[in-house]
């Protein structure tokens, strides 16, 4: 499987139509019977608004939603990818059929909610640490079924993609480390196990174990829950040998102070995991 970075257009919109289909298949089974009111030849205007301000994300879900239900649709966005929408702004208008519109509502906007979520929930993170070297990663706390969807809209909101899965890069925690011997032994040997990996990371959770972990040449170091002024010794003792990762415990009110001890990167698992849906509406207007 490709990783988000090195998607094609052809690729997201590969992905989308994956996602929407099982979707729709979900939603409509063997048909719509409450669209099915509506006369199948009758055209309609429909307009979806954001309700609150968002970065938009989700474009390529949306028309793949709506042209699924209707191939002839036409979409005219107003508010692309990766831009903001301030409430009650119109952010699509779809030219289609009536019918087809209707059955395909829910699914678009269910997309367009939850990515335009993550991206807007990420982007406040980026924003609240601008000026330091920190980046804003994701984390695996995704959906079942819609990891690359919402990692994608990560990225959307400015934020970095940790590893996709558990086949694409490696993180050894505590347990890998007891099991495999030490962390000497563990580093050593996945070098011969997982060479294709993308990076390979190493979970610590004192001074100590980061002092072990780059005395054993480790280029990628998670520090686990640690308080403000261990960061910074961490950071002092590290003197830009490898990137360094903070994870565990971080919100907006702690993420600023915790990207001023000079970390390369904060792994954050609620832009995926605790998600509050971006209120749109969709409001259409009958043509004969």
């Known amino acids: 499987m490709k990783h988000l970075s090195d998607f094609t ?34 055209s309609a205007v429909a307009r979806i608004l954001a309700r609150e301000p968002a970065v938009i994300c989700g474009v390529s879900w949306v028309e793949a939603a709506v042209l699924a239900c209707d191939p002839s649709a036409r ?27 209707l059955t395909a509502e829910r699914t678009a906007l269910n997309f367009l909610q939850l990515l335009s979520a993550v991206a807007t929930k990420t982007a406040v993170f980026v924003d609240a640490v601008q000026g330091t070297r920190a980046a804003i990663v994701d984390t695996r706390k995704t959906l079942p079924g819609l990891r690359l969807a919402q990692k994608y809209a990560v990225k959307t909101g400015g934020g970095v993609n940790h590893r996709i899965g558990l086949y694409d890069a490696v993180l050894i925690k505590e347990n890998h480390i007891a099991a495999a011997g030490g962390v000497g032994a563990v580093l050593k040997r996945v070098q011969d196990t997982a060479p294709q990996a993308r990076f390979v990371e190493i979970e610590v959770e004192t001074l100590a174990q980061l002092d072990e972990a780059l005395d054993c040449g480790a280029q990628m170091v998670l520090l686990d829950n640690m308080d403000i002024p261990t960061l910074q010794e961490a950071v002092r003792r590290n003197a830009g040998r490898a990137i360094l990762e903070i994870s565990g415990g971080v919100n907006l009110q702690t993420v600023r102070a915790l990207a001023d001890t000079g970390v390369d990167r904060i792994s954050i698992g609620a832009l995926t995991k605790d998600v509050k849906a971006i209120d749109f509406s969709m409001r259409m207007e009958q043509r004969s």
Not at 14 to 24: I, K, N, P, Q, T
Not at 30 to 35: E, I, K, P, R, V
Not at 82 to 101: H, M
């Open 75 to 101: 979409l005219t966005w107003h508010v692309g990818e990766g831009q903001r929408c301030v409430t009650d702004q119109v952010v699509l208008e779809i030219e289609g059929n009536a019918q087809a519109l």
């Open 9 to 42: 257009a052809a690729d997201l919109a590969e992905l989308a139509r994956s996602d929407v289909a099982r979707a729709l298949a979900e939603d409509v089974g063997s048909g719509d019977l409450t669209a099915a009111l509506v006369d199948r030849t009758r």
